[in-house]
């Protein structure tokens, strides 16, 4: 019922941008909250990043001062911007919502927390 696509990925020199964005579809009435999580090779999923409805963000040490989490125009949809990348921060990126609140025809659902599929960050030279 809720659908989550990431896009953006692929293959950056370290020190370089990349910008992920991931848009979100289903019969929603409100998200508590949207995050970014990765998981490189070989290691457990992480937190990256989350921004709140009513927009606080936060960010996990590892990537603060160089991602920004912030939505687009339409709150469907929100991005991760990435600058000064590095080698390590090469993982799949996975798109998280969480407090979903589906609208149905006698009001209003909560639903499971959503993931999107996922999409590769390479940062190598």
């Known amino acids: 019922q809720v659908q989550l696509v990431e896009s953006g990925g692929g293959l950056v020199q370290p020190g370089g941008s990349l910008t992920l964005s991931c848009t979100v579809s289903?019969?929603?009435?409100?998200?508590?909250?949207m995050g970014w999580y990765r998981q490189a090779p070989g290691k457990e999923r992480e937190w990256v990043a989350a921004?709140?409805?009513?927009?606080?963000?936060n960010y996990a040490d590892s990537v603060k001062d160089r991602f920004t989490i912030y939505r687009g125009n339409v709150k469907s949809t929100v991005y991760l911007q990435m600058n000064s990348l590095k080698a390590e921060d090469t993982a799949v990126y996975y798109c998280?919502?969480?407090?979903?609140?589906?609208?149905?025809?006698?009001?209003?659902?909560?639903?499971?927390?959503?993931w999107g599929q996922g999409t590769l960050v390479t940062v190598s030279s």
């Open positions: 921004i709140t409805s009513g927009g606080s963000t």
């Open positions: 289903g019969n929603i009435f409100s998200i508590d909250a």
């Open positions: 998280n919502a969480n407090g979903i609140q589906l609208l149905v025809s006698w009001g209003t659902l909560r639903a499971s927390d959503a």
